[in-house]
C-alpha cells in the first residue's frame, strides 16, 4: 500500500532509510555535531530533543537528512523507485514509516560502535577532567536503538536490515553483524550496488552478507530529491594516498556545476538558506591534479552565490599544502563569500602528524607539490592564510600512529605551541585503526586510547586551547540557530565550556609548565 493511496490504511513504505538522530539532526544549523561523541555517563538525556532536533512530516518523512541518506534515496528513485514506496524516516518515528509492507530498512551509520576519533578524544579529555566514563556514545546509544526499534522487530520476518555509512568498518572488524541482526553489510560508496541490492530485497530475495561499493563516477552520482541540510557535495575522493583514510578516498571527482545547482535548489526549496560546499579539498575543484583552477574554483563560487534564496554559503575542508599554493585564491574565495574578522567561517584541515618523518611514511601525498620536510611550515603558513582570509580553522593532528617515536611527539607539541596564537582549535585525535592500518591494533576503548604520557599531555595542552576558544566563539558557534534557542544553546556552551576550562586546569597541574601553552 502506498503513501498516496486514498483513504486506505497506511502500511509502511516499501523501504526505509533512517539514521540515529546523531546523524540526522539538523542541530539548529550550528556547530553542535560533537555532541552525539559524549558518553550517556554525562550526555543529560532531557537535552535529546534541545540539542538533536530533527524534521520530519507525513509519515515520519524527513523534510531534511543527512546527505549520504539523500543520495542512496535519490540512486534508488532514479533506478525506478517510486517516491510513495521510499523514504528518509526520522528515527524517532519509525513506527509510523515501518509497517506490514515494509521490505528493507536501510540504517546509515557513522560511530555504531563508540569508537571513532571524536568518542576517544571526548573519553581522553573527560577523563582529565576527572570524570572516568564507562557507557556508550550518544551516537553509539542511538544507533543500537534503531537496530532493536519495536516496529523493526514486530516486521522482522517480512523485512531486510543493509546498513552502510562511513562506520561499517567497526562492525565488520568486529565480527558482530549477526549478533545485531544485520543482513547486508554495505562498504564504501552505495549509490552504484544500492538499487540493485534493494531491488532484492523488495522482492524477498536472499541477500549477500557483505558488499564493497566502487567508487562511483562523477557523472553518475545522483542529484538529491530530500534536502541535505544545507550540504551539498562539489568534489569526491582525495587522491593523497593517506594510509589511515577510506580506500574510495583515493579517486577525485569533481561534481558538474550544473549538478551542484539542482542540489543547492533542492535545499533552499526545502528552506535551506546556507549552503555548506562538501569536499576533501574545495580548492581543487574542477582541477585535474594538486594544483588549483583558480577560475573553476572562482566561477563556482561566484555563481553559488548567485542563486536565489541562498543567504549564505561556506567550504568545510581545505589542505594546507593546496592552501599554501595560492593565497591569493584563498583571499579572493573570502571576499566573495563575505568572510571577515567580524564575520568569520570554520573550515578543518588535517594535520595529521607535525613531524617531516611520520607524514612521509603514513601520508606522502599531503605536502604535496612541497616536500615533507617543510610540512610543519606549510601548516602554519596554511592557517595564517586561512585567517588572514576570514576563517576560523578546526585542525587535527593524529597521536600514536604506527611507528610514532618519541620525536615525532615532540614535533606534535612544538606544533601546537607555534599555532595557539592563530585562530584555529587543534584537536588531537587517538589513531583509530582504520583505511589500510585497519588491523594495527584492537577496537576496544582501552586498545584506542593513548598510552605514551607525553600524547596525553599534548592531548590535555591542545584541547585547553581549543575550549577556552570555544567559550570565547560561543556565540558564533550557534549563530544560525534561531533566537530563543540560540540563546539556550549559546548558555550551555558557554557554561560547558568554563566547567570544562576549570577541570582541565586542575588535570593539567600535573603537567610542568614549560609545556603549557601561553
Excluded at 581522553?124 to 556508550?136: E, F, H, P
Excluded at 550544473?258 to 526549496?269: F, G, M, P, Q, S
Aim: with cysteine; proline share 7%.
Amino acid at each position: 500500500m502506498s503513501a498516496g493511496g486514498g483513504t486506505a490504511v497506511f502500511k509502511g513504505f516499501k523501504v526505509v532509510l533512517t539514521g540515529d538522530e546523531g546523524l540526522v539532526s539538523t542541530y539548529h544549523g550550528t556547530q553542535l555535531g560533537f555532541a552525539s561523541a559524549l558518553p550517556m555517563d554525562v550526555f543529560p538525556r532531557f537535552l535529546e530533543y534541545l540539542v538533536f532536533p530533527t524534521k520530519s512530516g507525513r509519515y515520519g518523512r524527513m523534510l531534511t537528512s543527512q546527505y549520504g541518506l539523500c543520495k542512496i534515496e535519490a540512486s534508488l528513485l532514479e533506478s525506478g523507485f517510486s517516491r510513495d514506496d521510499v523514504a528518509i524516516v526520522d528515527p524517532r518515528r519509525l513506527e509510523e514509516g515501518v509497517g506490514s509492507e515494509t521490505r528493507v530498512v536501510g540504517i546509515g551509520i557513522l560511530d555504531p560502535l563508540g569508537i571513532n576519533y571524536g568518542t576517544a578524544l571526548l573519553r581522553v579529555v573527560l577523563k582529565l577532567m576527572g570524570i572516568n566514563t564507562k557507557l556508550q556514545s550518544y551516537m553509539s546509544w542511538a544507533t543500537m536503538r534503531i537496530l532493536e526499534n519495536p516496529a523493526i522487530r514486530r516486521y522482522r520476518r517480512n523485512l531486510k536490515v543493509v546498513v552502510g555509512g562511513q562506520g561499517v568498518w567497526e562492525i565488520v572488524d568486529s565480527g558482530l553483524q549477526r549478533r545485531l541482526g544485520i543482513d547486508t553489510l554495505v562498504e564504501g560508496e552505495g549509490e552504484l550496488v544500492a538499487p540493485e541490492l534493494f531491488r532484492k530485497a523488495v522482492q524477498g530475495e536472499e541477500l549477500p552478507p557483505y558488499i564493497r561499493g566502487k567508487p562511483v563516477p562523477a557523472d553518475k552520482i545522483p542529484v538529491i530529491r530530500t534536502p541535505s541540510r544545507g550540504i551539498v557535495e562539489i568534489t569526491r575522493g582525495c587522491g593523497r594516498g593517506c594510509l589511515f583514510c577510506n580506500p574510495t578516498l583515493l579517486m577525485f571527482r569533481s561534481i558538474p556545476l550544473e549538478k551542484i545547482a539542482r542540489e543547492i535548489l533542492v535545499n533552499t526549496l526545502g528552506g535551506e538558506r546556507h549552503i555548506t560546499l562538501h569536499s576533501e579539498d574545495f580548492l581543487r575543484y574542477g582541477s585535474r591534479g594538486l594544483i588549483p583552477d583558480e577560475e573553476k574554483v572562482v566561477n563556482l563560487l561566484a555563481k553559488v552565490i548567485k542563486i536565489p534564496e541562498v543567504e549564505g554559503v561556506s567550504a568545510d575542508f581545505a589542505t594546507p599544502s593546496t592552501v599554501a599554493v595560492n593565497p591569493k585564491l584563498v583571499k579572493a574565495c573570502g571576499d566573495l563569500l563575505g568572510f571577515s574578522e567580524r564575520n568569520p567561517s570554520i573550515i578543518e584541515v588535517g594535520i595529521e602528524s607535525a613531524s617531516p618523518r611520520m607524514i612521509r611514511r603514513i601520508a606522502p601525498g599531503k605536502p604535496k607539490p612541497f616536500d615533507a620536510e617543510a610540512w610543519p611550515d606549510i601548516v602554519e603558513e596554511a592557517i595564517s592564510i586561512l585567517n588572514e582570509a576570514g576563517w576560523w580553522v578546526c585542525a587535527t593532528i593524529i597521536v600514536e600512529l604506527p611507528g610514532e617515536t618519541e620525536g615525532d611527539v615532540e614535533a606534535n607539541i612544538r606544533m601546537v605551541e607555534r599555532l595557539s596564537r592563530y585562530d584555529v582549535f587543534i584537536f588531537p585525535l587517538p589513531f583509530i585503526p582504520s583505511g589500510s592500518l585497519r588491523k594495527a591494533k584492537g577496537l576496544r576503548t582501552e586498545d584506542i586510547l593513548p598510552k605514551n604520557p607525553r600524547n596525553v599531555e599534548l592531548i590535555a595542552i591542545a584541547v585547553y586551547d581549543a575550549i577556552d576558544k570555544i567559550r570565547r566563539l560561543s556565540g558564533k558557534l550557534v549563530a544560525r540557530a534561531p533566537p530563543p534557542i540560540k540563546q539556550v544553546l549559546n548558555a550551555i556552551l558557554f557554561f560547558a565550556a568554563s566547567v570544562g576550562l576549570r577541570k582541565l586546569q586542575r588535570g593539567l597541574s600535573e603537567i610542568p609548565s614549560y609545556l603549557l601553552v601561553n
